[in-house]
T-cell receptor, first 114, second 107 residues
């Protein structure tokens, strides 16, 4: 099993550009999440999904969109990139939601907006 | 006040030392707690859950004190490979990650 795979690993965007961070998992997990991690800050939840066709906002959803058309894939869309979106983005999945506390994270995508 | 607070460190300790990290939480409704480990420029990985009675996994011991609202992680006989950032995580209706405590073990 590859686990959770994120692409790209690194990306530089100009202000106002758009892009999609891809995330796929092969563990047949229903729950998937997108977090961002900024220096000196804890992981912040952007969006999450409890199953195909269902998504919901987390703590910091502004400027982002997601979709969940399949169990495996959970892409994160950035529209009109801003410098404040410079961050490391982690996709994660879990089998039983957050009750067990065990999330499986991808390796992260480092995004810089200039 | 942050919901989960940690001393950012760094804690610099020699190999073989015992080191302890504390984490405080403000939401008394938090039900469960966990420690994650994050290596430099890598993703977080679950290290261990924290049970009310305390629990041990090899050289690692986690404790929960609900009265004082803090969680601790004790690492005995530190190894160079223990160098990482340790994230304290609390769960009420969702997981709340602390900012992490950095540990550097030197030879």
């Amino acid at each position: 099993n590859a686990g959770v795979t994120q692409t790209p690993k690194f990306r530089i965007l100009k202000i106002g550009q758009s892009m999609t961070l891809q995330c796929t998992q092969d563990m047949n997990h229903n729950y998937m999440y997108w977090y961002r991690q900024d220096p000196g800050m804890g992981l912040k939840l952007i969006y999450y999904s409890v199953g195909a066709g269902i998504t919901d906002k987390g703590e910091v959803p502004n400027g982002y969109n997601v979709s969940r058309s399949t169990t495996e894939d959970f892409p994160l869309r950035l529209e009109l990139a801003a410098p404040s979106q410079t961050s490391v983005y982690f996709c994660a999945s879990s089998y039983l939601g957050q009750n067990t506390g065990e999330l499986f994270f991808g390796e992260g995508s480092r995004l810089t907006v200039l | 006040r942050k919901e989960v607070e940690q001393d950012p460190g760094p804690f610099n300790v020699p190999e073989g030392a015992t080191v302890a990290f504390n984490c405080t939480y403000s939401n008394s409704a938090s039900q469960s707690f966990f420690w994650y480990r994050q290596d430099c420029r890598k993703e977080p990985k679950l290290l261990m859950s924290v049970y009310s009675s305390g629990n041990e996994d090899g050289r690692f011991t986690a404790q929960l004190n609900r009265a004082s609202q803090y969680i601790s992680l004790l690492i005995r006989d530190s190894k160079l490979s223990d160098s990482a950032t340790y994230l304290c995580v609390g769960k009420s209706d969702k997981l709340i990650f602390g900012t992490g405590t950095r540990l550097q073990v030197f030879p």
